[in-house]
């Protein structure tokens, strides 16, 4: 069946670097996506989206791309913090609002 | 500050038992969701609800259960037919729409004594 997937399931990156996660979906009728971040024993919570009409939208040190052409969804953020250390994963919207979420991909930032 | 509330934040639950799980929000959403989530798994949808007085089962309703009599509130029941009920669980929220962003509470861990 069709799934949302992730490339790497940990990350780790040097404080100060920029960290890029990446997330592939296979349902080409998926026209939402959202990254969120987890930390330890807390919800998650809402980072990015991005609706499929677009392929790339900026937030605050974060960046997400869109490649429908192969299918392919990515987060970017600059400057990576101790703070940032946490879960993160991607959801994708495949219609009525029925999302479906990604494992995760752990990120870990070494001072 | 507006947000979605669950408690408690830990739960135990002994073997026939039924607990209940609450989810509250100050959002002023109409949509709201129960998700699942076990360690190296995307999050799995139990029950949803659109609206007040309306729910419908998600991929793993079985051995669950909800209500929702207010629109600021959507209780999850797991029950003794839950065999392996032992999860983080989190309620979600979103304004009512195509594309719109589910916000989380804080999630309740449930474990079996």
């Known amino acids: 069946g069709e799934s949302v997937g992730l490339h790497l399931p940990t990350l780790s990156v040097q404080e100060g670097d920029n960290s890029i996660i990446n997330c592939a979906y296979s349902n080409s009728a998926s026209d939402y996506f959202i990254w969120y971040k987890q930390e330890s024993g807390k919800g998650p919570q809402f980072i990015i989206d991005?609706?499929?009409?677009?392929d790339k939208r900026q937030g605050q040190r974060v960046t997400v791309l869109l490649n429908k052409t192969v299918k392919h969804l990515s987060l970017q953020i600059a400057a990576t913090q101790p703070g940032d250390s946490a879960v993160y994963f991607c959801a994708e919207n495949i219609g009525n609002n029925d999302m479906r979420f990604g494992a995760g991909t752990r990120l870990t930032v070494k001072p | 500050d507006g947000g979605i509330t669950q408690s408690p934040k830990y739960l135990f639950r002994k073997e026939g038992q039924n607990v209940t799980l609450s989810c509250e929000q100050n959002?002023?959403?109409?949509?709201m969701y129960w998700y699942r989530q076990d360690p190296g798994q995307g999050l799995r949808l139990i029950y949803y609800s659109q609206i007040v007085n309306d729910f419908q089962k998600g991929d793993i309703a079985e051995g669950y259960s909800v209500s929702r009599e207010k629109k600021e509130s959507f209780p999850l029941t797991v029950t003794s037919a839950q065999k392996n009920p032992t999860a983080f669980y989190l309620c979600?929220?979103?304004?009512?729409?195509?594309?719109?962003?589910?916000?989380f509470g804080d999630g309740t861990r449930l474990s079996i004594l």
């Open positions: 991005i609706r499929s009409n677009m």
């Open positions: 979600a929220s979103s304004i009512q729409g195509l594309g719109q962003p589910q916000h």
């Open positions: 959002l002023n959403h109409d949509a």
